[in-house]
């Protein structure tokens, strides 16, 4: 079974600072992992997704992830952080054919 | 296509009352998925299925929870004699393959209020 862990439920940066969010992940087979990002009172919505195509994955608004099988991680970053990068971050892998999140990680941007 | 819809956005009900959501998917997609999520935690999986069959339940699906997809198009999660604990924002969410690297589209959710 796999299951998705992010370290750190609060992470604050300032304005044009690097972001960086952490997932790890463990599964006994290749993983398909997502970071979607929620805002207030809305859905999710995809940033990216690893498919085992290329290792290091970008998304949208200026996102990318690196996935490291050594390291059993798919850490999100993202290098100068914006006002409107202030939300939730989901971590999230395939189990069975449905998604399993992460417990989610607040991200504050302070000017 | 207007993506994942949910209706109501918003429910506020008794203790003991009865409530129905109802999610309507993007066309053709043959997957659907409902989650639950509580203030500061991630979505938990709720049940999901293929066209109209319910293919998977939650251990956190209780006798009180029940989920229709009729002709494998709309979804209505019914949530019988509510309980403040029922409280939760629910989340549906579609797919158009049953592969594992497809991801899911989100609605906006259903915030649940029981008072």
């Known amino acids: 079974a796999q299951s998705v862990t992010q370290l750190g439920s609060h992470v604050s940066v300032s304005e044009g600072a690097l972001v960086l969010l952490r997932c790890n992940y463990s599964?006994?087979?290749?993983?398909?992992l997502f970071w979607y990002v929620q805002y207030p009172n809305q859905g999710l919505q995809l940033l990216l997704k690893?498919?085992?195509?290329?290792?290091l994955v970008k998304g949208i608004n200026g996102f990318e992830a690196e996935f490291k099988k050594s390291e059993t991680s798919f850490h999100l970053t993202k290098p100068s952080a914006h006002m409107s990068d202030a939300a939730e971050y989901f971590c999230?892998?395939?189990?069975?054919?449905?998604?399993?999140f992460g417990q989610g990680t607040e991200l504050s941007v302070k000017p | 296509d207007t993506g994942v819809s949910q209706d109501p956005r918003h429910k506020i009900t008794k203790r003991g009352q009865n409530v129905t959501f109802r999610c309507d998917p993007i066309?053709?997609?043959?997957?659907l998925y409902w989650y639950r999520q509580t203030l500061g935690q991630g979505p938990e999986f709720l049940t999901y299925?293929?066209?109209?069959?319910?293919?998977?339940k939650s251990r956190l699906l209780s006798d009180r929870f029940s989920a229709e997809r009729p002709k494998g198009s709309f979804s209505t999660l019914e949530i019988q004699r509510t309980e403040q604990g029922d409280s939760a924002m629910y989340l549906c969410?579609?797919?158009?393959?049953?592969?594992?690297?497809?991801?899911?589209?989100f609605g906006q959710g259903t915030r649940l209020t029981v008072v």
């Open positions: 969410a579609s797919s158009p393959l049953s592969q594992q690297n497809t991801e899911a589209f």
């Open positions: 999230a892998g395939n189990q069975g054919g449905k998604l399993i």
């Open positions: 066309s053709e997609h043959n997957r």
């Open positions: 690893y498919t085992s195509a290329a290792t």
């Open positions: 599964s006994s087979v290749p993983p398909y």
């Open positions: 299925f293929q066209n109209e069959a319910q293919l998977e």
